[in-house]
Each structure stands twice: as structure tokens, then as C-alpha cells.
């Protein structure tokens, strides 16, 4: 819908109050007023414990049942209102909470130039949320973060962090899934209908986060601390590209143009390995590793899903973190590794024997079946490991690779270690 600039003296106004958080001792005198005086009012959502204050109202619930994205649900409401403002000269707009507490159509309606927005200061769940918890916003540095955007908006976030719009138990699983590293126990606070009759503060863990209660529009999540940040391995793959750019002498030279024939090699890498792959007749897994790049090809019976991922070194001198996937395979099938090193200019030293071994670890050891340690003369290694007969059985499988190799200065030992989280079907 097009806008018309106008001055603000000859705009049609929209008086914007909030309901506050839930409990109607919550709402100001002032807000009470407004609704007093208002002759047409509307209403985001009579989903609110404190709706039923703002009588005759035309709410916009029909809108989260017939459009398909939050986003045009919010503009939809911004346009209805624009124009019930033009048609009368002045409207109410009342919402859950305070309206400048993320309100979308609030932003929606102060970004318009053929309105003019009156906003009024009313009470937040923060408010409620602050005495609970018995913090300083401020003095403890918290941040607030919206749930549906967790993953990117607290990227590189250790905490504190309190999470608003986690309405319902598929937000809470989301967020949980955001932070890859997560343990499990880290304790977090599930803030719920906070300044109602049914108020609950639930302590809980990271890995019950999205089991504990039945999350709805009253639901917050509090999370002191995270020992690793959200998007961890996002941050520090950022840090290193800084830190390259600016102290390396080879990154500082490179231009867009310069990186064009590497940027070929590394296609080429990626096609060869994908090619290199075959999938299972059996519905098992095979996984390549390139060094640089690791592709992961699932295939069971029903559907195939492919999984490229950058940015994971495949063998260092030491040992490398085991990094896990977790995998749902048939029971009795098989589960076929493909690990390889990139030399960077050494040899393979065969020397004292086999320079290539192979160990693969299950716990429970009866996860797999059959033999767990093999020999190779030459890269790359391909292993197969039979999986246990027992639909529902799960666990960890780790497979370690192992290079005796050697330049012209100096002979080492480098190590590569994968992990899979299996359940079996």
C-alpha cells in the first residue's frame, strides 16, 4: 500500500497504550483513560489476560490463523490501521505489554509518513521479569533477545540473555538447538504468565528447555550464562578470517580477482570428493572427508539427505576435537567411513610397517558388531562397520585415523577423530 506524505499537523492519528504484562493492577491510569475517551478502538490480539479492558474493540486474531508469516501479519495490521486512522482522524491501537517492547507493529507503524503515532509509556513483562529474578538490567549487562531470531541475534552471546517471544514449545526447541556445544545441564529459568494468578518460574536444564511447560504467549526465557557462545563455531571461524586478514601477509595481499583460481581448486576438491561417493544399497552411511571439506551422504530407505560442511580441519598435528553428528540408521546395517589427510607436502612413511591405522570405539561397545581396527598402506581409508541388530539401541561411535608421515625436516605422527550419535530403527 502506497504512503502519502503529509504534515504531521494534518495526519490522522493513532494513539498507541500497552496493557502491560498480564495482571490489570499492571495498567496505568493513563492508559485507562485513553480507552475511556476513544471512540474506536482496536485491539492486536484479545489473547491477554488485561483484553477484556478494552471494550467494543476490533481485534486482528482472525490475521495469525489466515496469513502465513508473522512478518505480513504485522504489515497487514499497520495498513488496517493506516487506513481506519484516515477514515475516522483518530483511532486507539492497543497491545499486550508495553508497545515499545518488541511490538512489530509499532515499528511498522513509526517508520509510515501518512500517520501520525502517539505512543504512551505502559509497564513491560521486563518490569515483572527484573523483580523476580532480583537483577539490575543494567548493572548486569543483560541483553534481550527475541526467540525467533535467536541464533543469529545472540550469536557470540555467553549470557545473560532473557528471551522473549518463546510462545510456543517449538521456539524453546530452536533456541535449544542453536547452541551446538550445549551440555545439557546448564541451568536456565522458564519465566511464564509472570504478574497473573498463574505465574510460574520453572528452573530447569538446557536439554529440558523445550519439555518442561507448555510454552505460550506469556512464556520467557531467562539464561544466565553459557559457557560456550551461541554460534561458537560461527565465531571463531569470523575471528580467524579477521585475524588472517589483518596479520597474515599472504591474506592482506589478496584481492577478489586473486582468489579466483583458489576458489576453483577448492570447487574442483568438493566435486571430486562428491563423485568419489557411493550410497549404500543397505540404507548405511558413507561419509568422505577431504580434508578441508567433509561431505555426509545419508541414505535410508525412504529419502536421501545430503550435508556439506566447511570449515572443520581434518587432520592436524595434534589431536583434532571430535566432532559430532547424530545419525538415525537401520538396525543391522552398516555404517561406511571414508577418512583421508591432506600430506601438505609430507609422505606416508612405511618404514616401521603400515604408516595408516584405523580404530573405531563404541560406547556401548555392543553398538557395533565385528571387527574395530584395520591397517592401510595408502590414503584415503574406507572402513565399514557393522552396526548392532536392535531397533532403539543408541550411542556414540568414534572412528580415529592415524598417519605415521614425514617431510625432509621431521617425521610425525598426525591424527584425525570423528564422532556419530547413533539411534538405530
Given at each position: 500500500m502506497s504512503e502519502v506524505e503529509r504534515n504531521p499537523a494534518e495526519r490522522p492519528r493513532i494513539v498507541v497504550i500497552g496493557l502491560g504484562p498480564g495482571g490489570r493492577d499492571h495498567?496505568?491510569?493513563?492508559?485507562?483513560?485513553?480507552?475511556?475517551?476513544?471512540?474506536?478502538?482496536?485491539?492486536?490480539?484479545?489473547?491477554?489476560?488485561?483484553?477484556?479492558?478494552?471494550?467494543?474493540?476490533?481485534?486482528?486474531?482472525?490475521?495469525?490463523?489466515?496469513?502465513?508469516?508473522?512478518?505480513?501479519v504485522y504489515r497487514q495490521i499497520?495498513?488496517?490501521?493506516?487506513?481506519?486512522?484516515?477514515?475516522?482522524?483518530?483511532?486507539?491501537?492497543?497491545?499486550?505489554?508495553?508497545?515499545?517492547?518488541?511490538e512489530r507493529t509499532v515499528r511498522h507503524l513509526q517508520a509510515r509518513n501518512d500517520v501520525e503515532c502517539d505512543i504512551r509509556p505502559a509497564m513491560s513483562f521486563l518490569d515483572?521479569?527484573?523483580?523476580r529474578l532480583g537483577i539490575d538490567p543494567v548493572e548486569s549487562g543483560v541483553r534481550l533477545v527475541d526467540g525467533h531470531e535467536f541464533a543469529t541475534a545472540a550469536a557470540g552471546e555467553h549470557g545473560p540473555l532473557l528471551v522473549a517471544h518463546t510462545h510456543a514449545n517449538w521456539v524453546l526447541s530452536d533456541?535449544?538447538?542453536?547452541?551446538?556445544?550445549?551440555?545439557?545441564?546448564?541451568?536456565?529459568?522458564?519465566?511464564?504468565?509472570?504478574?497473573?494468578?498463574?505465574?510460574?518460574i520453572v528452573e530447569t536444564t538446557w536439554a529440558d528447555l523445550d519439555r518442561t511447560i507448555d510454552a505460550d504467549h506469556l512464556t520467557?526465557?531467562?539464561?544466565?550464562?553459557?559457557?560456550?557462545?551461541?554460534?561458537?563455531?560461527?565465531?571463531?571461524?569470523?575471528?580467524?578470517?579477521?585475524?588472517l586478514r589483518e596479520q597474515c601477509p599472504w591474506d592482506i595481499e589478496q584481492t577478489h580477482q586473486s582468489l579466483i583460481p583458489h576458489l576453483l581448486e577448492e570447487t574442483?576438491?568438493?566435486?571430486?570428493?562428491?563423485?568419489?561417493?557411493?550410497?549404500?544399497?543397505?540404507?548405511?552411511?558413507?561419509?568422505?572427508?577431504?580434508?578441508?571439506?567433509?561431505?555426509?551422504?545419508?541414505?535410508?530407505?525412504?529419502?536421501?539427505?545430503?550435508?556439506?560442511?566447511?570449515?572443520?580441519?581434518?587432520?592436524?598435528?595434534?589431536?583434532?576435537?571430535?566432532?559430532?553428528?547424530?545419525?538415525?540408521?537401520?538396525?543391522?546395517?552398516?555404517?561406511e567411513v571414508v577418512l583421508d589427510l591432506p600430506l601438505q607436502g609430507d609422505a606416508l612413511d612405511a618404514g616401521a610397517g603400515a604408516p595408516v591405522r584405523v580404530r573405531a570405539e563404541a560406547d556401548p561397545p555392543e553398538l557395533l558388531l565385528g571387527g574395530q581396527e584395520w591397517t592401510a598402506v595408502s590414503l584415503p581409508v574406507t572402513v565399514s562397520l557393522a552396526l548392532a541388530h536392535e531397533p532403539g539401541a543408541s550411542g556414540r561411535v568414534t572412528v580415529e585415523l592415524l598417519a605415521a608421515t614425514c617431510d625432509h625436516a621431521a617425521c610425525r605422527l598426525r591424527r584425525t577423530q570423528r564422532a556419530y550419535d547413533l539411534i538405530l530403527t
Open positions: 495498567v496505568t491510569i493513563e492508559t485507562l483513560e485513553e480507552i475511556e475517551r476513544a471512540t474506536h478502538r482496536y485491539l492486536r490480539t484479545s489473547i491477554h489476560p488485561s483484553a477484556d479492558m478494552v471494550p467494543d474493540a476490533i481485534t486482528f486474531d482472525h490475521l495469525y490463523d489466515t496469513v502465513d508469516t508473522f512478518d505480513e499497520a495498513d488496517t490501521l493506516a487506513a481506519a486512522a484516515a477514515e475516522h482522524g483518530e483511532i486507539l491501537y492497543a497491545v499486550p505489554g508495553s508497545p515499545l517492547v518488541l515483572v521479569a527484573w523483580a533456541i535449544k538447538l542453536a547452541l551446538e556445544e550445549a551440555t545439557g545441564d546448564e541451568q536456565v529459568t522458564i519465566l511464564h504468565a509472570l504478574g497473573t494468578p498463574d505465574e510460574r520467557s526465557l531467562w539464561i544466565p550464562h553459557l559457557a560456550a557462545p551461541v554460534g561458537a563455531a560461527y565465531v571463531r571461524f569470523h575471528q580467524l578470517t579477521r585475524t574442483y576438491e568438493v566435486v571430486d570428493a562428491i563423485h568419489a561417493i557411493d550410497a549404500l544399497a543397505d540404507g548405511g552411511l558413507v561419509v568422505a572427508d577431504t580434508g578441508n571439506h567433509r561431505i555426509v551422504i545419508v541414505d535410508p530407505v525412504a529419502a536421501t539427505a545430503t550435508r556439506l560442511d566447511v570449515g572443520r580441519p581434518g587432520s592436524v598435528d595434534v589431536a583434532a576435537p571430535v566432532v559430532a553428528d547424530t545419525l538415525v540408521l537401520p538396525a543391522g546395517g552398516r555404517l
